[in-house]
């Protein structure tokens, strides 16, 4: 059962399989204008090889974008009520298995998008990283209440496109992706359990 949402909330209750079709027909969505932008135009893509040193370190910065963001909850209530609104609407009817997908779905589809295909069509510089990063945000936002969030989603951006650069290797950032919304997916289930196990 979903549990409703407040009266002063800008959203509706979302099921189950309303989120899983949202998740799912935008990472195709991205996916496709990725495909669209490659084919269309000469794009010079960030490699993708797996290596295990590239895959901690995507690991290890997907912990410190999720440790960040904790301590931005607690330091600035309009960014957690944002995070609260949005991860409620989206979390709250997901089972933990359909978590993987929360982490599957975006990493792969948003970071393609994002930090492979825009980065690299607008060039691998401060440029490319403020840009990509900006849309990054704004896919993010989700309602007038949600501008702190759209604010962090973009620091997110330019992290992960830094990364993307730095290392030379697309699968760091959408390393990082994957495990900063599997992490954050699951502490946020656990206090939302909690809460609601307390009230």
Same mark, same amino acid.
């Given at each position: 059962?979903?549990?409703?949402?407040?009266?002063?909330?800008?959203?509706?209750?979302?099921?189950?399989?309303?989120?899983?079709?949202?998740?799912?027909?935008?990472?195709?969505?991205?996916?496709?204008?990725?495909?669209?932008?490659?084919?269309?135009?000469?794009?010079?893509?960030?490699?993708?090889?797996?290596? !295990? $040193?590239?895959?901690?370190?995507?690991?290890?910065? +997907? /912990?410190?974008?999720? &440790?960040?963001?904790? #301590?931005?909850? @607690?330091?600035w209530p309009a960014?957690?009520?944002?995070?609260?609104?949005?991860?409620?609407?989206?979390?709250? !009817? $997901?089972?933990?298995?359909?978590?993987?997908?929360? +982490? /599957?779905?975006?990493? &792969?589809?948003?970071? #393609?998008?994002? @930090?492979?295909?825009?980065?690299?069509?607008?060039?691998?510089?401060i440029l490319g990283?403020?840009?990509?990063?900006?849309?990054?945000?704004?896919?993010?936002?989700?309602?007038?209440?949600?501008?702190?969030?759209?604010?962090?989603?973009?620091?997110?951006?330019?992290?992960?496109?830094?990364?993307?650069?730095?290392?030379?290797?697309?699968?760091?950032?959408?390393?990082?992706?994957?495990?900063?919304?599997?992490?954050?997916?699951?502490?946020?289930?656990?206090?939302?359990?909690?809460?609601?196990?307390?009230g």
């Open positions: 059962m979903v549990e409703q949402t407040p009266n002063n909330s800008e959203f509706e209750p979302l099921t189950r399989t309303q989120v899983l079709v949202a998740m799912g027909g935008t990472a195709i969505l991205l996916l496709v204008i990725s495909k669209a932008w490659l084919y269309l135009g000469q794009v010079s893509m960030l490699s993708v090889h797996f290596n !295990p $040193l590239e895959l901690w370190l995507g690991f290890v910065i +997907g /912990l410190g974008i999720t &440790l960040a963001s904790i #301590l931005v909850y @607690r330091l960014y957690s009520r944002s995070a609260d609104t949005y991860l409620k609407l989206v979390l709250t !009817p $997901l089972l933990w298995p359909d978590l993987i997908w929360l +982490g /599957l779905l975006p990493g &792969l589809s948003e970071e #393609l998008l994002f @930090r492979g295909v825009m980065l690299g069509a607008i060039g691998f510089g990283i403020v840009i990509s990063s900006l849309c990054f945000g704004v896919l993010h936002f989700s309602g007038s209440q949600q501008w702190p969030y759209v604010i962090w989603a973009t620091l997110v951006g330019l992290i992960l496109g830094y990364a993307g650069i730095a290392t030379g290797n697309l699968v760091v950032p959408i390393m990082a992706h994957i495990c900063t919304n599997l992490l954050s997916g699951c502490l946020w289930k656990l206090k939302y359990i909690g809460s609601r196990s307390q």
